[in-house]
């Protein structure tokens, strides 16, 4: 699963996430122009750690920037004996680094919104000491409740951000899922701009359907990366939806093409 910069535009990098189900060597195969500024690797440190050697034969050094951190803060006794494990090695010419790392608040199962809130800023502080020595952005991601994530705690905008407040760490951030919170709450150019300082990581997908953000879903992707570009981030978009066409390329290229502001 890779990042991608794909062409010198403002809003300028661009993630292939798991929902392409593309392999490094479709990607070759199909479009080397797509993947000519590749710079980026996404990986699962639960599943792909043990698997980053496969780009051993790249000719150029890649960073990991984004690794998913499958973890349920608001369980406090699942963090008690958590370590962060950082790929912090070489190996050949490609070195790895993690950067970012995204976390889930995990469901309220009957918790209520200050419960989850402080069993959160207990399991975060455990980690994010040492997120801040090693230089780590813990990224929590937002999910819609109403369709994809039943009894999702970190649901809603207000929610995550008074979590931001009571945790008043640099090294702690939100990753704003466009497509999760247009169906949760709407409002997003007005959210983007009023919460930017806040927002570390941003998330694609069409509405509904998760699928292509083109003219046949609801939300104006064009005028929403005006609004990111506006608030002076410079980070990484990742386009994160179910592609529907027979070649998922076709559904990238033409994403790419919507962003480009």
């Known amino acids: 699963v890779l990042l991608a910069n794909p062409y010198p535009f403002l809003l300028s990098k661009f993630v292939i996430i798991w929902s392409l189900n593309l392999l490094w060597e479709d990607l070759i195969i199909k479009s080397i122009s797509l993947i000519k500024f590749l710079d980026v690797i996404f990986l699962d440190l639960e599943t792909d750690g043990a698997k980053s050697d496969f780009m051993g034969s790249r000719p150029s050094s890649y960073w990991i920037y984004f690794a998913r951190m499958i973890l349920d803060t608001v369980e406090v006794e699942r963090l008690s004996s958590f370590a962060i494990s950082l790929p912090e090695r070489g190996s050949g010419s490609i070195e790895f680094f993690v950067k970012n790392l995204i976390c889930f608040s995990g469901n309220r199962k009957g918790m209520d919104d200050e419960t989850g809130l402080n069993n959160c800023v207990t399991g975060l502080k455990k980690i994010l000491s040492y997120a ?98 506006k608030t002076g981030y410079s980070g990484y978009v990742a386009q994160e939806f179910r592609p529907t066409r027979k070649n998922p390329i076709e559904s990238l290229e033409e994403a790419i093409k919507i962003c480009d502001v």
């Open 132 to 229: 801040e020595k090693k230089s780590v952005i813990i990224l929590m991601e937002l999910f819609n409740s109403k369709v994809d994530h039943p009894d999702y705690m970190c649901d809603n905008i207000k929610w995550a951000i008074e979590l931001c407040k009571r945790l008043d760490s640099p090294n702690f951030k939100l990753l704003y899922d466009i497509y999760h919170m247009q169906i949760e709450e709407g409002d997003v150019i007005r959210t983007i701009n009023d919460n930017h300082v806040y927002f570390g990581h941003y998330h694609t997908a069409g509405v509904p359907g998760r699928n292509e953000i083109n003219s046949s879903q609801e939300l104006n992707y064009p005028a929403i990366m005006k609004a990111i570009v």
